[in-house]
């Protein structure tokens, strides 16, 4: 089939209109996005935690030595300038003046406008675009303008595109190179789903792109593509979005793919997983510290934060009708709960989840002792790698968020740099796309083979 796939302004040039997705943390790097870019598309590399190399090209370990949270915030913005601007380098050098390099962050993610200073600062003609999204990212059109970058922010819906566009983009149109639509139910990482939208009834993309393009064409915005990003995975499976010159000019964002590369940075363990998934295997849970939806692999490291959901309980602090005492924890503190909830409680803690912590929704959850210890150790440990975090009550701009950390949740941080770097696969978090299960059944990975991006690349090409 030809699917007549013409070249796109991207970034300051013409490219294929096929994008890399910048999966943090260090899911995508610099070596990942040069190669991309190398083939004539977009590569994008992640600024979230991004990595910094010894002499021997060994992954340099991060350690904080701030006693404050606030020092090893600082820290961290360090840290995340210097792997950012390491990674710029790579990409620039591998893409051999191909292509375009994009470096993508998180709008919640901690100091992210400091990040995106120091970075775009010192890395002149290395980096072409910043790609944006989870949060509404106000202010990312006038550091891009300042810098004279592209912006391509994702969203999720044309709402939200018309409420960046009136409160900012307008005011730096000529810089937006792209506006990213990111489908919130395929989509792998964390989504973007609203409160009127039920995360388990996904909807048509087609509509919603068309809704999206009729937002950007009432501002005349005519010839900016839309990149469409999850649930990607052939191009033959798109003619009809290709065809329909209501939603033209459109590119199209791969992220799970390109993760089984041979150039792909994450771990032989990680990739040996991906070759194993099936569908139902993806799962959209709400466990993330940011609030936001998430998309990962089912596995002992989620069911673990079901489990913990699972065993909790509503209190009250003070006697009401119908409520009993009951008394937890090594200050012998009394609420007040149901009597079937004290029955749960008791038969919880003679399984050994004998640890009772408090959240922030007037409730208590039941874990191991073990566990407990764990996860005030993670909360003690925070650096501020996102702007407010449910987990440990960090905010950036108040120093806490005012809520009780919730022990529900998990350090973020630290568990997705053990997957990249340790690659351990069920006890750490494993972000995929809804359709990471055709691995298995897309002939490009027969025998448990792993193509170049380059291969990948010809293969989408080819419509397959």
Request: glycine letters at 10%; proline letters at 5%.
């Amino acid at each position: 089939m030809d699917l007549n796939l013409k070249n796109l302004f991207f970034s300051g040039k013409m490219t294929l209109p096929l994008v890399e997705g910048g999966k943090g943390i260090g899911a995508s790097d610099g070596t990942s996005a040069g190669v991309w870019a190398r083939a004539g598309g977009v590569g994008t590399f992640s600024g979230v935690s991004p990595a910094t190399y010894d002499e021997n090209g060994e992954v340099n370990e991060i350690i904080y030595k701030g006693k404050t949270r606030k020092e090893r915030h600082q820290e961290y913005i360090d840290f995340s300038i210097e792997g950012s601007l390491e990674q710029a380098r790579i990409a620039h050098e591998t893409a051999a003046n191909n292509g375009r390099i994009h470096m993508n962050v998180l709008w919640e993610m901690g100091g992210v406008e400091a990040i995106l200073h120091g970075v775009l600062s010192r890395s002149r003609g290395l980096i072409h675009g910043i790609t944006c999204g989870a949060g509404m990212p106000y202010k990312l059109s006038e550091i891009a303008a300042k810098y004279k970058v592209y912006y391509h922010p994702i969203v999720s819906s044309s709402r939200a595109f018309h409420a960046l566009w009136r409160r900012s983009f307008s005011k730096a149109r000529e810089w937006l190179g792209s506006v990213v639509y990111e489908d919130p139910w395929r989509a792998g990482g964390h989504n973007g789903l609203s409160r009127q939208e039920d995360p388990t009834r996904p909807e048509d993309p087609e509509p919603r792109l068309l809704r999206l393009r009729q937002a950007m064409r009432e501002v005349g915005l005519w010839n900016i593509p839309i990149v469409i990003a999850g649930g990607v995975w052939c191009l033959n499976e798109w003619v009809h979005i290709l065809e329909n010159k209501d939603i033209a000019p459109v590119a199209f964002q791969f992220g799970t793919r390109p993760l089984l590369t041979q150039e792909s940075p994450i771990p032989q363990e990680w990739k040996n997983k991906l070759l194993t998934l099936k569908p139902g295997d993806v799962w959209l849970n709400k466990f993330s510290p940011t609030g936001f939806y998430s998309s990962a692999v089912r596995n002992d490291f989620l069911e673990e934060l079901q489990g913990r959901s699972d065993r909790q309980i509503s209190i009250s602090r003070q006697q009401e009708s119908g409520l009993e005492a009951f008394t937890f924890g090594a200050r012998n503190r009394t609420v007040y709960v149901t009597p079937e909830d004290a029955r749960k409680a008791h038969e919880w803690i003679k399984a050994g989840y004998t640890e009772a912590m408090l959240t922030p929704g007037k409730t208590i959850i039941f874990v191991e002792s073990e566990r407990k210890e764990n996860i005030l150790t993670d909360q003690r440990a925070c650096m501020g790698c996102l702007s407010g975090c449910m987990f440990s009550n960090w905010s950036q701009e108040h120093g806490s968020t005012g809520y009780l950390p919730d022990p529900r949740s998990f350090c973020i941080q630290k568990t997705l740099l053990h997957a990249v770097r340790q690659g351990d696969m069920e006890n750490q978090l494993m972000f995929a796309g809804s359709n990471v299960f055709r691995f298995q059944q897309d002939p490009l990975y027969a025998n448990r083979y792993i193509p170049t991006v380059e291969e990948l690349i010809k293969h989408i090409l080819a419509g397959n």
